[in-house]
């Protein structure tokens, strides 16, 4: 079945403690991106990668860290979470250079800093 | 300066009538896509139609369209023949730049529609 999948779903840690969000996708899509959505603010974009090596920041980037060192991975790293990063997490893929438009969507991460 | 809005936080809908959901962008780029998804209380994200400005025709899904008025900078949703699965919230999303070279994606507050029986 083609999917995002993201791990954990859901977190509650504490102020500084370095913390890693997986994000896994089984379609081979070249574009991954990570979004935190806040009431009232709709979804913003943190960072996103075009391909393997190859990313960069989305609106709201401070405090978050990305790799990618496979096409199929794209990790969220708080280096030292706050409680500002309190949040729901979704990572998202898409195909490029198709006809396809469609970003598909992880379930989502909910996060909650202490 | 806000890219992409969405100016009913909420609204309300008869079961079976139609209705519009409003999203205005804001853009200098020539080339961009227009996207517009479906979170239910369940909160996943739900793709539902893409426009590209270069598309000529508005687009269709189903019971889904988009009014696309690019001179007024408007892409705005359209659900025929309401459903109380339709109850959500709604988010309008634009990409600047051409489809195949990925880039930012954007999106507005959102707009909450509550389909009642």
């Known amino acids: 079945e083609a999917q995002v999948t993201q791990n954990p779903r859901y977190l509650i840690t504490v102020t500084g403690k370095k913390l890693t969000v997986t994000c896994s996708q089984n379609?081979?899509?070249?574009?991954m991106s990570w979004y935190r959505q806040d009431p009232g603010l709709g979804l913003r974009q943190i960072y996103y990668?075009?391909?393997?090596?190859?990313?960069d920041k989305g609106d709201v980037p401070e405090g978050y860290k990305v790799s990618r060192k496979e096409k199929r991975n794209f990790p969220l790293i708080l280096e030292s979470p706050s409680p500002n990063q309190t949040s729901l997490y979704f990572c998202?893929?898409?195909?490029?250079?198709?006809?396809?438009?469609?970003?598909?969507f992880g379930p989502g991460t909910r996060l909650t800093v202490l | 300066a806000q890219k992409i809005t969405q100016t009913q936080p909420g609204m309300f809908v008869q079961e079976k009538e139609a209705v519009t959901l409003d999203c205005t962008y804001d853009?200098?780029?020539?080339?961009?896509?227009l996207f517009w998804y479906k979170q239910p209380s369940s909160g996943e994200m739900i793709f539902l139609i893409y426009q590209g400005s270069y598309d000529e025709q508005n687009a269709t899904e189903g019971r889904y369209s988009l009014n696309f008025q690019k001179a007024r900078k408007s892409a705005n949703l359209v659900i025929s023949a309401s459903q109380l699965g339709d109850s959500a919230m709604y988010f309008c999303?634009?990409?600047?730049?051409?489809?195949?070279?990925?880039?930012?994606?954007?999106f507005g507050q959102g707009t909450e529609l509550s389909v009642k029986p």
């Open positions: 853009t200098s780029d020539q080339s961009y896509g």
């Open positions: 379609m081979n899509h070249e574009y």
């Open positions: 998202a893929s898409s195909p490029l250079g198709t006809g396809s438009h469609e970003q598909f």
């Open positions: 999303a634009m990409r600047e730049g051409p489809y195949n070279q990925g880039g930012k994606l954007i």
């Open positions: 990668s075009m391909n393997v090596e190859v990313t």
